[in-house]
């Protein structure tokens, strides 16, 4: 039996516990000894972390072989349309390669959901929307390359699910234990 943590990163903090100049990391909300995030999530997105004190553990959601899917709540600016779901459901070309194809739906902003601090840059005249995004791999900052590429930018990122694990009702800087086989 392993312990998994699942955290709710907030915006603008480190996915590590090594100092990182004057950036926040995970040692101001979490202390864990032996626990290591399993994955990453970028300093400027929020949502689910998991960690866990087993390095196979760690391994297997972590590792590309091992294919575990991640899902986005993503703002982007502008209205998206069809066509620009589409592109990203049969996979976009990045200056790294084509991702994989990936599940895209427009949906309305997630029941519930905190307000990000500080709130996003927003523009009278430009309208957003919300998709949920699903990719089952891990290119550097892909899920911001890929709406980018096909014309709407994200304004905010918050990742609710990798593989079974969800966020649930954890709000930024909150997390709960599990034990997994």
Known sequence: MSSLILFNKPFNVMSQF???????TLKNY???????????????SEGLLLLTDDG???HRIAHPD?????SYWVQVEGLIDEAALNKLRRGVL????????????KILEPEGLWKRVPPIRERKNIPTDWIELTIHEGKNRQVRRMTAAV????LRLI???????????????????INVM
């Open 94 to 105: 990045l200056n790294d390669g084509k991702t994989k194809p990936a599940e895209a739906n």
């Open 151 to 154: 014309g709407f930018p994200t």
């Open 159 to 177: 990742r609710h699910r990798t593989g079974s694990w969800s966020l649930g009702n954890l709000q930024p800087g909150e997390y709960r234990e």
């Open 30 to 44: 979490l202390s864990l000894p032996g626990y290591h995030p399993a994955g990453r999530l970028d300093y400027d």
């Open 18 to 24: 090594r100092e990182s100049g004057d950036k926040a």
């Open 66 to 70: 091992h294919k575990e899917s991640k």
């Open 56 to 58: 196979k553990l760690q």
